[in-house]
């Protein structure tokens, strides 16, 4: 992909990364690529994963300066991208298509776009945080046979420039951890192409999942940005707070929220409910403490269980396995 950085006195900067582009889909190993970039007016690192048929991108930047960018992504094999938006917002106008693509934090989509020329553009201090999978056309196309309505009739539609929604939808807990899964990968040799192969598949699952589950707009409580930053607030504030957790009540005071309208707009955005968050939460954090080295019992005191015995509970009724199992 070539990208170019415009300043507001109209100097451009021109990045290549085709060096970083698809590799070889009958490469039998993983092929990994880290970059960091470090200029006057962005700094951002940026992940590529490249197996047969997938490859995975995630990174950060940080803009210095307001920018706008192009991108041009014409050389590219075909492909279907699932985006995910992990923080930052912005508009992609796609100048091939006449498409406008918006974007926001936690928001995920599944697009198919054949030729890309566009831009977008950054203010000054924007942070902007991603993680796309992109499979190819046939791997999709054999994935999508016979799966479910909204893959299916996505993938009939598939020679056209679209998305598989016009609205995105919020990435879900179960989303955010099969991405910390993958970014946080461990493996190595055959089984880490087996294992992110596993994962790529989930991640479509769920996508495949929220969007045929997804409510109308006018069933929606959080209707504004504003809506959103109060529950993206109020999940902040339960995990800060996830030893000793506030009541609903008390979130609710908090944020500024009624309980109804916390209740309902917390499902929307994390597709779980409130204190189902933070339960998952507590677990996850649970399970790298225990292998980081602490004990049982300084995880289950740390976590704010009542006791070992109501910890070791809740951790096999999630993992399938007791806390000793896992530790250290």
């Known amino acids: 992909m070539e990208v170019t950085f415009c300043d507001k006195h109209g100097k451009t900067t021109n990045l290549d990364f085709s060096d970083v582009s698809f590799m070889p889909y009958d490469r039998p190993k993983i092929h990994q690529v880290h970059r960091k970039l470090d200029l006057p007016f962005m700094a951002g690192e940026a992940t590529q994963l490249s197996a047969k048929d ?7 930047m940080l803009m210095k300066e307001s920018q706008t960018v192009r991108f041009s992504s014409i050389t590219e094999p075909e492909h279907i991208e699932m985006h995910f938006t992990l923080a930052g917002e912005g508009c992609l106008n796609n100048l091939s298509s006449g498409k406008q693509y918006r974007f926001s934090g936690n928001e995920q989509n599944l697009h198919y776009t054949p030729q890309f020329i566009g831009s977008s553009h950054y203010e000054e201090g924007a942070v902007h945080k991603f993680f796309e999978i992109r499979l190819t056309k046939h791997f999709f196309l054999s994935l999508a046979q016979d799966s479910s309505p909204m893959l299916m ?18 990435i879900s807990l179960a989303m955010h951890q099969c991405i910390h899964d993958i970014m946080h990968l461990q493996m190595t040799g055959g ?9 790529c598949i989930e991640l479509l699952t769920l996508q495949a999942q929220a969007h045929e589950h997804a ?21 902040d504030y339960l995990v800060d ?4 957790p506030p009541s609903l009540t008390e979130l609710a005071r908090v944020t500024g929220l009624n309980e109804f309208k916390l209740k309902k707009g917390f499902k929307e955005v994390f597709d779980t409910s409130v204190f189902g968050y933070l339960n998952n939460f507590r677990l996850n954090e649970a399970k790298t403490s225990l292998l980081s080295g602490l004990s049982i019992k300084q995880v289950a005191e740390q976590m704010g269980y009542s006791s070992v015995q109501h910890f070791t509970r809740a951790f096999k009724e999630k993992f399938g396995v007791t806390p000793g199992r896992v530790v250290v």
């Open 191 to 199: 089984l880490k192409g087996l294992f992110l192969q596993s994962k």
């Open 241 to 244: 707070h996830a030893a000793c």
């Open 54 to 60: 997938i490859d995975i991108i995630y990174g950060s």
């Open 153 to 170: 009739d996505f993938a009939e539609k598939v020679d056209q420039a679209m998305e598989v929604s016009a609205q995105n939808l919020p």
């Open 215 to 235: 409510p109308d707009c006018g069933d929606r409580v959080c209707k504004t940005s504003q809506d959103k930053e109060r529950i993206y607030f109020a999940r």
